[in-house]
C-alpha cells in the first residue's frame, strides 16, 4: 500500500512539474545598458518566484528603438528615458496602457581612482584632466544629461577636446575603468550598492543640473499575448524588484 501511495504521489508531483513548465515562458526584454546589473539581480528571482524566463539584451535606448522599428523580437523594452517609450506608444508600436516609470536614474561623475574626484565635483572646473568619458547623447539618455550639466557649469567649451564618447553608458563606463579616460559621467547604478559607492571616487550629480531620467518600461505589440511579458511587468512594480533597484541608487 505505502508503494502504491508513493507511486501516486510521484505521478502527481510529475504532473504539476509537467503543468508549471507548460505556463513557464520566455521573455524577450530590451534593457537600457545603465539597468545592466538591477535586472541580472531581478532575473534570479522573477524566474525562481513565477517559473518565466527572462533573457535580455543590453545597449542604448536610442539603438534599441531602431531595432524595434526594424522588427527586432523584443517583447518588453526597459528604456533610459520617458520620451523614447511615448514615442513607440504614439506610433501604436506598444500594447496600450503598459508604459510605466519603473525607475528616476541618477547621473555619478567617476574616476576609478579613489580621491580623484572630490564630492562637489570641483575636479571638473580645474580642468587638469585630458579626458572626460560620456555616453553618446543621441542614443543615451544618460549622455544627454551629461551635457545639460556641462552646459549648466558653463564648462562645454572647456571640455568640447576632452570628451570621449561610448555608444552607449556601459562604453563610457569601461573607457573610465580602464584608465583610457581619468573620470566620466556614468549611471551611479553602475558604481553604487547598498548606501555607497562601490569603488574609486564619484560626484553624484544634483538632479537640478539635467533634466529628470524617467526611466520607463512598456510591453511591446510582440509581447501582447505573453504571459511572461506581463509576468515582468507587474513583478517589476512589486515590492522586491523595488528593493533591488532602490539598492542600485534609483528613486522610485
Given at each position: ?169 556601459t562604453q563610457a563606463f569601461q573607457f573610465v575603468s580602464t584608465g583610457n579616460a581619468e573620470l566620466g559621467f556614468v549611471a551611479l547604478s553602475q558604481i553604487y550598492k547598498d548606501g555607497k559607492v562601490t569603488n574609486g571616487s564619484a560626484w553624484i550629480v544634483p538632479s537640478e543640473l539635467h533634466d529628470p531620467i524617467r ?38
Open positions: 500500500m505505502r508503494i502504491r501511495l508513493n507511486h501516486l504521489a510521484a505521478t502527481a508531483l510529475a504532473s504539476l512539474i509537467s503543468l508549471n513548465s507548460a505556463w513557464a515562458d520566455e521573455v524577450q526584454v530590451a534593457v537600457a545598458a545603465n539597468f545592466t546589473a538591477p535586472i541580472q539581480a531581478i532575473a534570479k528571482d522573477f524566474e525562481k518566484d513565477t517559473g518565466h524566463k527572462l533573457v535580455a539584451a543590453f545597449g542604448a535606448t536610442g539603438q534599441f528603438y531602431a531595432q524595434i522599428k526594424n522588427g527586432a523580437p523584443f517583447e518588453v523594452f526597459l528604456a533610459a528615458d520617458d520620451s523614447t517609450p511615448a514615442k513607440l506608444e504614439q506610433e501604436k508600436e506598444i500594447v496600450p496602457g503598459s508604459r510605466f516609470t519603473y525607475a528616476i536614474g541618477t547621473l555619478a561623475l567617476w574616476s576609478a581612482k579613489e580621491g580623484y574626484v572630490d564630492a562637489k565635483g570641483e575636479v571638473l572646473k580645474k580642468n587638469e584632466y585630458k579626458h572626460l568619458s560620456i555616453a553618446n547623447p543621441k542614443a543615451a539618455p544618460y549622455g544627454l544629461a551629461a551635457t545639460q550639466v556641462l552646459s549648466k557649469l558653463g564648462l562645454s567649451d572647456a571640455t568640447k577636446g576632452k570628451i570621449v564618447e561610448g555608444q552607449n553608458i526611466q520607463d518600461a512598456v510591453i511591446l505589440n510582440k509581447g501582447k499575448d505573453s504571459a511572461a511579458a506581463k509576468a515582468l511587468v507587474e513583478y517589476l512594480k512589486g515590492p522586491k524588484a523595488a528593493a533591488v533597484i532602490k539598492s542600485y541608487g534609483y528613486e522610485l
